[in-house]
């Protein structure tokens, strides 16, 4: 085993800075933590179902759609998987363990991201078909189900099943947590021979280790580690760190080389970024019309579908085999085309958060203040308590940038992730192909697609969008 802090690597721990450590130590941090976004999920609850109609107007519209979102990936971006950390859903899973006292382990065929994948894309796919980002009433039935779905999990399998290979919000931030800046290590790699209960993962009498399976001293990356923090509490030697690290240092490492489930969602995460963007600019009303005529349907369903099974799966799938069958041809050798994919796809996950930051960000900056009326009108007019006084729509716009800096900041993003995402490219194909002169030819075809996919991105942040969710945009 390798021990890092002693090569110098990993240096800086945050769980010895003084008062930061001392909280993120604290046993109840997490649960605490938890319980104030419960509070904010019974509120898209309650103002979903019995609050107003107008997106704009609802805490379960704006906090969901706008705020959830925004905070997510610049949780990502500056320090690592947040949300999972002070995940509410799986607040009730003592109780669902209670009741179901789980004894199964999930099944093995499905101990991958598969199901989360095809979750995910059906999530992003169900937020178009149903307005989501404009309908309280549905953003409130997807809290619900959300919450019904993790209990029932919970109750019948063992460790953090439902977690671990099945929610798309957390395969979301599992795959962009790879770029933090922040990951779990072992201080000392000779404690951890030493130790015999290997606790962190096997958990102690007073606490439960990981239950995401992940033991601490081989830990190399950020994929399925929600940040809970159980394996710090539970190393009778406080042998566990929070350590900065070069973001996307596990991609770099080429860690994952024979996940195709990974290499795929990685792949597919970036393109359904860019069609979730799309979707907020005039030309996919056009397209959505055309392809209704082409089809000689109504069905709005079936409309979008077409459109997700085409961009969404088999344009990348397509597109990224051709890029691995030329890169074979160019560079005259003899690797499977799944091998390459798995190669090149962890490139696209710089450029793929760069597209869900910029189009986030966007949602965000026009409608953080949004949520001081939506709350103000949640009190005084769903619960008839103004205990914040009466809605004033004037806040909401307060500190909204123009829409020329926010374009700027999305392309300089989107810059700055392309820069990464080919730099991983070529590492990859160095890596792979170290005593060749023309080992680059193996990446050229990576590097189009890599270059079509940004320029895409970049072209669909310069159109004008919907301002979803904002009180400006209605
Ligand atoms: S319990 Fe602590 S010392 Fe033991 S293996 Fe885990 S991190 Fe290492
Ligand atoms: S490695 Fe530690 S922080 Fe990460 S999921 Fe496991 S117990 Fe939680």
């Not at 957390?170 to 290997?198: E, M, W």
């Not at 958060?353 to 949520?371: E, N, S």
């Amino acid at each position: 085993m390798i021990d890092l802090q002693s090569q110098g690597r990993y240096r800086l721990d945050l769980l010895s800075f003084p008062i930061v450590g001392a909280i993120l130590r604290w046993k109840h941090n997490r649960t605490a933590a938890q319980f104030v976004l419960f509070g904010l999920a019974a509120a898209i609850i309650v103002d979903g179902f019995w609050g107003s109609p107008l997106a704009a107007k609802n805490v379960a519209t704006v906090s969901a759609w706008v705020h959830y979102r925004g905070l997510v990936v610049l949780g990502l971006l500056v320090a690592g998987n947040l949300f999972c950390a002070a995940c509410p859903f799986v607040l009730p899973r003592k109780l669902a363990k209670w009741l179901g006292r789980p004894t199964q382990r999930w099944p093995r065929a499905l101990r991958n991201k598969w199901l989360a994948l095809a979750g995910f894309v059906g999530i992003i796919y169900t937020y178009e078909l149903f307005d989501l980002w404009a309908s309280p009433w549905w953003t409130a039935w997807l809290t619900l189900a959300y919450f019904a779905t993790a209990f029932v999990l919970e109750a019948f399998f063992t460790r953090n099943s439902f977690c671990k290979y099945v929610c798309p919000l957390g395969t979301f931030n599992f795959l962009y947590s790879t770029v933090s800046p922040l990951q779990i290590s072992a201080r000392s790699q000779q404690t951890c021979r030493d130790c015999k209960g290997h606790e962190c993962i096997n958990g102690s009498p007073s606490q439960q280790g990981c239950q995401l399976e992940l033991f601490v001293p081989t830990l190399k990356s950020n994929l399925d580690c929600t940040f809970c923090l159980d394996c710090v509490k539970a190393c009778p030697y406080d042998n566990v760190a929070l350590v900065a690290r070069p973001p996307g240092d596990e991609l770099f490492r080429q860690t994952w080389p024979h996940r195709l489930d990974l290499a795929y969602l990685s792949l597919l995460a970036a393109f359904v970024g860019l069609i979730n963007a799309v979707a907020m600019t005039p030309p996919i009303y056009d397209l959505e019309r055309q392809m209704a005529a082409w089809l000689g349907t109504r069905s709005e369903a079936l409309v979008l579908g077409v459109i997700y099974l085409v961009a969404a799966i088999g344009l990348p799938l397509g597109a990224a085999y051709s890029a691995a069958w030329l890169g074979n041809r160019w560079n005259q050798n003899k690797d499977s085309l799944n091998r390459l994919v798995m190669r090149y796809a962890y490139s696209f996950v710089p450029l793929g958060l760069a597209i869900w930051l910029a189009h986030y960000l966007f949602h965000f900056v026009t409608g953080a203040m949004t949520i001081v009326p939506a709350f103000q009108t949640l009190f005084a007019d769903t619960l008839g308590i103004p205990l914040l006084g009466e809605p004033d729509w004037s806040i909401a716009l307060w500190f909204v940038p123009s829409t020329g800096s926010i374009q700027i900041t999305q392309l300089v993003v989107m810059a700055v992730g392309t820069l990464v995402s080919v730099h991983m490219t070529m590492r990859a194909a160095h890596g792979a192909n170290p005593r060749r002169r023309g080992f680059w030819l193996e990446a050229l075809p990576w590097l189009v697609l890599l270059f079509l996919l940004a320029a895409a991105g970049a072209n669909t942040f310069t159109l004008p969008m919907e301002m979803r969710g904002s009180a400006i945009g209605g």
